[in-house]
């Protein structure tokens, strides 16, 4: 199946500052992207789709000036976590769709930790 | 509004015992049915998955039963091994929109 790695695998930023996480797709070319956060035995809650070349949609109540999503290439997602607080450490997870637009696969995830 | 609700919650398996989990979804434009087993600290891998045209589908010791009359899909484990143990999230999906359920936590016991 699709490759989707993201990096780093893990950050402890501290408060206040910002954080980039980076989500590619290795081996196809991804014009949309998911970002989902996660927290501890919970499930996965959809935080934005990012789009190629336009701007991100988000989920209710995802605040878009704090999750800045950037996705400029065919392979690249990034989402910025700004002025991060203490109640933003979560596991990030992306995911693309592959070429059978059916599938989602996923990165292996970003555990942010903010002090 | 849980789109998709998933069952049980936990669920411990004896060794080579048969692990069921159970999904029931309400959007009848759910056209795409997945299944993912996500490790600690991992992010979700893809399963198995099952377009809702077909009743069933089998890959090795996982098999997907789908029932769409009743809008409800499960996922059994075979010969369930303490590999196995991990969390399992259902999902339903039409387009790119995925719906995932709460996930339930295996524990396969030697």
């Known amino acids: 199946g699709a490759v989707v790695s993201q990096h780093p695998s893990r950050v402890i930023c501290k408060s206040g500052t910002s954080v980039k996480i980076e989500c590619r797709s290795l081996d196809f070319q991804a014009t949309t992207m998911f970002w989902y956060r996660q927290f501890p035995k919970q499930s996965l809650m959809l935080m934005a789709t990012s789009n190629e070349g336009s701007k991100a949609t988000y989920e209710q109540g995802v605040e878009k000036d704090k999750f800045l999503i950037n996705h400029a290439s065919l392979t690249l997602s990034t989402l910025t976590v700004t002025s991060a607080h203490p109640e933003d450490s979560s596991f990030y997870i992306c995911?693309?769709?592959?070429?059978?637009?059916?599938?989602?696969?996923f990165g292996p995830g970003t555990r942010l930790t903010v002090t | 509004q849980q789109q998709v609700k998933q069952s049980p919650q936990s669920l411990i398996v004896q060794k080579g015992g048969i692990s069921i989990i159970n999904c029931a979804y309400e959007n009848t434009a759910f056209d795409y049915f997945p299944w993912y087993q996500q490790f600690p600290g991992k992010g979700p891998a893809l399963l198995i998955a099952?377009?809702?045209?077909?009743s069933e589908k089998k890959e090795g010791r996982f098999t997907i039963s789908f029932n769409k009359s009743a809008k409800q899909f499960s996922l059994h484990i075979m010969d369930s091994q303490p590999g196995d143990s991990a969390t399992y999230f259902c999902a339903a999906s039409t387009g790119n929109q995925f719906y995932f359920g709460t996930g339930t936590s295996l524990t396969v016991i030697p």
């Open positions: 099952i377009r809702p045209d077909v």
């Open positions: 995911s693309a769709p592959g070429v059978d637009s059916y599938e989602q696969y």
